[in-house]
C-alpha cells in the first residue's frame, strides 16, 4: 500500500472522493477510488492526523514521537485493551484504567469506514463509557485488513467476528477538531483530538 507514501502530506477536500475524467461519456458512472485512498481523504479531512508504519517498529517510533510533541512522555494513559497494554509494553507508557486520572486514551477500534472517515469503535475499545467521558485526545492504533467501505460492512464484520457475544456500545467517532459552529449534521457528536497509527499489515 505504497499509496499511502504517496498522498500522506497532501491536503485533499471530501470533493475529491471521485475521480472524474472528461474523456468518459456523460452518463457514464463516475470511478470510485480505492478504498484506503477515500478513507484517508476523509479521515484527513474531518480533521484526524495519520501516521502510516510499515511495520511494529515505525509503529512504537510515531507513538514516541505523537508523546514528545505533545509533552505526554510523563501522563498517564487510559487503556482499557490488556492485549494493547501487552503490544506497547516495551515503550514505557504509564497506564492507568481510570480515565480522571489520563491525559489521552490509547485504544483499537473495530473498523475504519472509508465512505466517511469515520472510526467504528464499541464496547471491546470503551467498555460501557461514553464518549464525552473519555479523554479529549485518542491515539488509536489500526491495522489496514480494518478498512471497509461503509458502517454497514463494518456492522456486518462485527456481527461475523463476534458470532454469540456482540459487543454494546457500538458508534463512530467522526469529528477530529473543535467543532466552532456546530450544524445539525454535527450535533450531539464528540469532538476528539485523533491521532491514527495505521500499520500496514495485507
Not at 19 to 39: A, H, Q, S, T, W
Not at 52 to 81: F, G, H, P, R, T
Not at 173 to 202: A, C, N, P, Q
Request: proline share 2%.
Amino acid at each position: 500500500m505504497s499509496l499511502f507514501r504517496k498522498i500522506f502530506g497532501l491536503k485533499s477536500s471530501s470533493s475529491e472522493e471521485r475521480i472524474k475524467n472528461d474523456d468518459r461519456g456523460k452518463y457514464m458512472p463516475e470511478i470510485k477510488l480505492p478504498v484506503d485512498e477515500r478513507f484517508t481523504i476523509n479521515f484527513k479531512s474531518n480533521g484526524g492526523k495519520f501516521l502510516y508504519c510499515e511495520d511494529m517498529n515505525e509503529v512504537n517510533q510515531s507513538l514516541q514521537s505523537i508523546l514528545q510533541e505533545n509533552n505526554w512522555l510523563d501522563k498517564q494513559a487510559l487503556v482499557y485493551d490488556e492485549r494493547l497494554a501487552k503490544l506497547f509494553s516495551t515503550s514505557q507508557l504509564k497506564l492507568t484504567v481510570k480515565s480522571n486520572e489520563s491525559e489521552y486514551f490509547l485504544t483499537t477500534c473495530e473498523y475504519l469506514i472509508s465512505d466517511d472517515g469515520s472510526l467504528l469503535i464499541s464496547s471491546n475499545q470503551i467498555a460501557e463509557k461514553k464518549l464525552k467521558e473519555l479523554p479529549d485526545h485518542f491515539i488509536v492504533y489500526a491495522t489496514t485488513s480494518q478498512l471497509v467501505e461503509s458502517i454497514g460492512e463494518g456492522l456486518k464484520g462485527i456481527k461475523r467476528k463476534s458470532q454469540d457475544k456482540i459487543p454494546t456500545n457500538i458508534t463512530t467517532i467522526k469529528h477530529f477538531k473543535t467543532i466552532e459552529d456546530k450544524d445539525f449534521m454535527s450535533y450531539g457528536s464528540s469532538s476528539k483530538d485523533l491521532y491514527l497509527l495505521l500499520l500496514e499489515d495485507l
